[in-house]
């Protein structure tokens, strides 16, 4: 089956550090991947799409500038988090999709444990 | 009204029962629909699928109702590793681009 490999899945850093999280689909390739975040007990929340060679698309009050995306490859997405602070300790995850279209079911990634300190 | 609405529960069931989850969508021009498991603190994992017609794999039945917009999950059989967030996921057209929306989750907690 389709297989997302994330990485780091956990990152333990200061304020105002910059943090680069990996997405890679091992045996797919992916035009589209998607970057969510979820705090304790709440909703997966789509923050962006990311299209492979295209600008990301961000959803409604996520900061482009603050949580930068590049899909340089078909089966690589990089989310940084531009200087982090405390309120961005979250657990980011990627998803994408092995075939084209919506129809397809999202494969997700490990996930990565964000905490600032 | 949520796009995507879910019991949060949590649903505590003996060994061996049978529970039902529903999920309700706004969207009626949504084009498909999924079940995902989430343990605590790891990442969803697709469940199954829900077909028009209604599928079932092993103790799992998933089931779409388009007229009242609803999709439902039956596990039969509880078994404890059962013990998960249980996620619908419905895929919207928005603006012109597919995204999939999540439900917040309905927990589960099998009782030996």
């Known amino acids: 089956g389709a297989v997302v490999s994330q990485h780091p899945s956990w990152v333990i850093c200061k304020s105002g550090t910059s943090v680069k999280i990996e997405c890679r689909s091992l045996?797919?390739?992916?035009?589209?991947m998607f970057w969510y975040r979820q705090f304790p007990k709440q909703s997966l929340m789509l923050m962006a799409t990311?299209?492979?060679?295209?600008?990301?698309?961000?959803e409604q009050g996520v900061e482009k500038d603050k949580f930068l995306i590049n899909h340089a490859s078909l089966t690589l997405s990089t989310l940084t988090v531009t200087s982090a602070h405390p309120e961005d300790s979250s657990f980011y995850i990627c998803?994408?999709?092995?075939?084209?279209?919506?129809?397809?079911?999202?494969?997700f990634g490990d996930g990565t444990r964000l905490s600032i300190l | 009204r949520k796009e995507v609405e879910q019991d949060p529960g949590p649903f505590n069931v003996p060994e061996g029962a049978t529970v039902a989850f529903n999920c309700t969508y706004s969207?009626?021009?949504?084009?498909?629909f999924f079940w995902y498991r989430q343990d605590c603190r790891k990442e969803p994992k697709l469940l199954m699928s829900?077909?028009?017609s209604g599928n079932e794999d092993g103790r799992f039945t998933a089931q779409l109702n388009r007229a009242s917009q609803y999709i439902s999950l039956l596990i039969r059989d509880s078994k404890l590793s059962d013990s998960a967030t249980y996620l619908c996921?419905?895929?919207?057209?928005?603006?012109?681009?597919?995204?999939?929306?999540f439900g917040t989750g309905t927990k589960l907690q099998v009782i030996p």
């Open positions: 998803s994408a999709r092995d075939g084209v279209g919506g129809n397809q079911p999202q494969h």
């Open positions: 045996d797919f390739q992916a035009t589209t």
């Open positions: 990311s299209n492979e060679g295209s600008k990301a698309t961000y």
């Open positions: 969207n009626s021009a949504s084009q498909s």
């Open positions: 829900v077909y028009s």
């Open positions: 996921a419905v895929n919207i057209d928005s603006g012109g681009y597919q995204k999939v929306t």
